[in-house]
């Protein structure tokens, strides 16, 4: 199914808690746009309503208000705990110990998770080529060292490739970060 009441209401939550929330790159874009490619990325992989639904709203328990509480009454457990398994330890304040949790939680969870930790990859290392490409000063994009990044995007790669065996997303995230790393080499 291409639109079902569940997808309606995701992206109409999603929506309104990331109402007036930007995107940094590209700079000024609604925040919601992010929400949409990912979600349209899982639907166009296959998933089902769930989680795409979870691609709408993958952001919604590290960046707003809403609670885990409310997800679950209003989207269902299987929805909330997509979410919560692709959710960053906001109060890990070191970057390379957050992204090695991150990495180990991705690592635990069920596929589904991960392939929607996949298509939420993929839309931001399109979106941060095309930032560079429009002329965004890489050390702008970047909160961590270049090296660093990539090697927290390769090891996701392997992840990918492994919890999504044989998957277009795996394929196309890690297509992703080799047009991103080439980019990078371009503009820096």
């Not at 890990?92 to 992204?99: I, N």
């Not at 930032?131 to 270049?146: A, L, M, R």
Request: proline share 1%.
């Amino acid at each position: 199914m291409i639109y079902s009441k569940l997808l309606h209401e995701a992206a109409e939550t999603a929506s309104r808690l990331h109402d007036g929330h930007y995107r940094r790159h590209p700079e000024g874009v609604a925040y919601f746009s992010h929400l949409a490619f990912t979600a349209l990325l899982l639907q166009r992989a296959g998933y089902d309503d769930e989680v795409v639904a979870a691609g709408f709203l993958h952001d919604a328990l590290e960046d707003t208000e809403f609670t885990a509480e409310q997800m679950t009454e209003r989207f269902g457990a299987r929805v909330t705990e997509l979410v919560q398994g692709v959710s960053e330890q906001k109060d890990v304040a070191d970057w390379v110990e957050r992204k090695r949790l991150y990495r180990e939680m991705i690592k635990a969870g069920s596929a589904e998770a991960a392939a929607l930790s996949c298509a939420d990859h993929i839309h931001n290392s399109r979106s941060l080529g095309i930032s560079i490409k429009d002329g965004v000063d890489i050390k702008k994009i970047f909160k961590i060292g270049i090296d660093e990044r990539f090697a927290h995007e390769r090891h996701l790669v392997e992840i990918y490739k492994e919890k999504l065996a044989g998957s277009e997303l795996a394929r196309e995230f890690e297509a992703s970060i080799n047009d991103l790393e080439e980019i990078v080499k371009q503009y820096a």
